[in-house]
């Protein structure tokens, strides 16, 4: 591929980053308020119920997302995640306008499902990409998302009240967006898999891929920082208004957090390529830890506002650096496994810390979910730390990927 073909690649993967980030955030926005709408009084303590069955369908959905690309080719399992999210959309606002809490959980394993797909975008871009570009073609794409921190509560704030049941119009705007996904998707060239490639027991025994350090490390970096990053963000305004500061005040922790989760992905590329992907995991878990750090020493506006942008910046480098960690430990035949895999490990864990992470903060309070958080930190810290001194440390350091 030409240079400008491969920008042009990643740039259609990253707006449809964008755009699925947009759904995800609108629906964030929206589906826990609609849980409660559509539930009675005494029902009312499974509002959160379709979010968390949206991060479970996306765990299941994985795998098989995975296997069904490798076997049909990217293009089509993006247009076939597509197609589901608009179902997904069809029945939640059917489901709105009748009031029917069973149905919303249905639409919500719909849109699960769909995110299932759109999560290897990025393992897409590195699918477009030239091995000297493909760490920052990882990072680009993830950077799509910063438009959708504006964008999915936009959409969310216009479009909740245009029919004559509240939040229905979300749900068919989002049927606009997927449709938009799906077309901007079928203009990528992306590699359609091979002979060898379609043969999903194809190449090593998945034991013998899941047996790497560097495999390990890459799941380990990129899923203990997913869910210790989901788990602060998730109780923080939780903590907050235990603390006393307002809605308004955890609103603008939350948007600082989220800047600081991906902004640094139009950089984070070019930062391992310079530095080695070992390294960036290194400081990765470092702002991490130093953001537990900030948390345990105080409960003002700055501790909870500096914490949380340091983890999402520690997110970012973990997040990109695992992947593109992952992509040195396999062949092109067995891709479509390992990335299944992997993902499921980092979304079956993060749907847990979803379904948890309230009931711990309730339980144990601000400081001891902070201290539950730092082994997980510990852990990364030092399996990276091995690698970056140990043989393998050459080869991470000088491959791009």
């Not at 076997?71 to 059917?94: E, P």
């Not at 068919?172 to 079928?186: D, E, G, K, R």
């Not at 590699?191 to 043969?199: H, I, L, T, V």
């Not at 979910?369 to 852990?379: D, F, G, K, R, S």
């Amino acid at each position: 591929m030409t240079t400008s073909s491969v920008r042009r690649n990643v740039f259609l993967l990253a707006s449809c980053q964008a755009l699925f980030m947009t759904t995800s955030s609108a629906i964030i926005s929206t589906a826990p308020i609609v849980g409660g709408v559509l539930l009675s009084e005494e029902s009312r303590a499974l509002a959160t119920l379709p979010l968390a069955l949206q991060f479970v369908a996306m765990a299941i959905t994985t795998i098989p997302a995975s296997l069904y690309m490798g076997r049909f080719g990217r293009k089509v399992g993006f247009i076939t995640g597509a197609m589901i999210g608009v179902c997904g959309g069809v029945l939640g606002a059917y489901a709105i306008t009748q009031g029917d809490f069973v149905l919303f959980c249905i639409a919500s394993l719909f849109t699960g499902s769909f995110n299932g797909f759109c999560h290897y975008f990025r393992f897409a871009a590195a699918d477009v990409s030239t091995d000297a570009f493909r760490s920052k073609a990882i990072s680009y794409v993830l950077a799509g998302s910063v438009f959708a921190a504006l964008l999915g509560p936009t959409l969310a704030r216009n479009t909740y009240d245009v029919l004559p049941v509240s939040y229905a119009g979300v749900y068919l705007a989002l049927i606009a967006v997927y449709l938009m996904v799906a077309v901007i998707v079928s203009f990528v060239d992306i590699p359609r898999p091979s002979a060898e490639q379609r043969k999903a027991a194809g190449g090593r025994p998945l034991s013998e891929i899941a047996r790497q350090p560097k495999f390990i490390i890459a799941v380990c970096a990129a899923t203990f920082g997913y869910l210790v990053m989901s788990f602060l963000m998730t109780v923080t305004p939780i903590a907050m208004g235990v603390c006393g500061f307002t809605f308004s005040d955890s609103s603008y922790v939350i948007q600082a957090h989220v800047l600081g989760m991906y902004a640094p992905a139009f950089i984070t590329g070019h930062l391992i390529n310079r530095y080695g992907v070992n390294n960036i995991l290194i400081v990765g878990s470092i702002l991490c830890g130093a953001s537990i750090v900030i948390h345990l020493s105080g409960i003002g506006f700055m501790n909870f506002l500096s914490g949380l942008v340091l983890i999402g910046v520690g997110w970012n480098f973990l997040f990109t650096g695992g992947t593109t960690l992952l992509t040195q430990t396999y062949t092109p035949e067995e891709k479509a496994k390992v990335q299944g895999l992997n993902d499921f490990f980092i979304w079956g864990t993060i749907s847990i810390g979803a379904v948890t992470s309230g009931a711990v903060q309730h339980s144990v309070g601000w400081s001891a979910v902070n201290l539950v958080m730092a082994p997980l930190v510990v852990i990364v810290f030092a399996t990276t730390l091995w690698l970056r001194f140990s043989g393998g440390k050459k080869s991470s350091e000088q491959s791009s990927a």
